[in-house]
């Protein structure tokens, strides 16, 4: 039995695998670090971390316990370079995005065109008349197109279709 779905020789490849393929180590600690930046968690810590780094600063334990006096200029310059980092991390992560949109996009296209042919090859076969199909395509179009303007439907629109 040939390989695929019920004998069927699926040869459109696999999303995922296209995808895991381009992916690299960089890439994976990218998004590690991007997701784990876009949760709650993230912000609860850097709100702990910075509540315990204003309350040493300011002598709340003792004035020997003080290493960043306000304006904490020490604070400032890390949380400087760490948004600098998260930035980067982010647009790495939204290229990434766009890759991955393409592929996907490239691989609903060759899906289209595949569907497309064996369409054309099974109308053909049948005695379907292309002309007469394609007509009724381009009816249902304009009249989506309508609707999706908000316009009314043109008479040609409403006539049904055989």
Request: charged fraction near 20%; charge should be negative.
């Amino acid at each position: 039995m040939p390989p695929g779905i019920n004998g069927l020789d699926i040869r459109l490849p696999n999303e995922r695998t296209v995808l895991a393929r381009m992916r690299g180590t960089q890439d994976r600690i990218a998004d590690a670090i991007t997701t784990f930046a876009g949760t709650m968690l993230f912000v609860y810590l850097h709100a702990a971390w910075f509540t315990i780094w204003i309350a040493f600063n300011e002598g709340l334990f003792g004035y020997s316990a003080v290493w960043d006096p306000y304006p904490f200029g020490l604070l400032t310059m890390i949380v400087s370079l760490e948004a600098i980092f998260l930035s980067t991390f982010v647009m790495v992560s939204q290229n990434r995005q766009a890759i991955r949109e393409k592929v996907r996009a490239d691989l609903d296209f060759e899906t289209n065109i595949r569907s497309e042919v064996w369409s054309a090859h099974i109308g053909h076969a049948l005695g379907v008349d292309s002309q007469q199909v394609e007509q009724a395509v381009q009816t249902l179009l304009a009249q989506n197109q309508a609707k999706l303007n908000g316009a009314e439907q043109t008479p040609s629109a409403r006539e049904p279709i055989d």
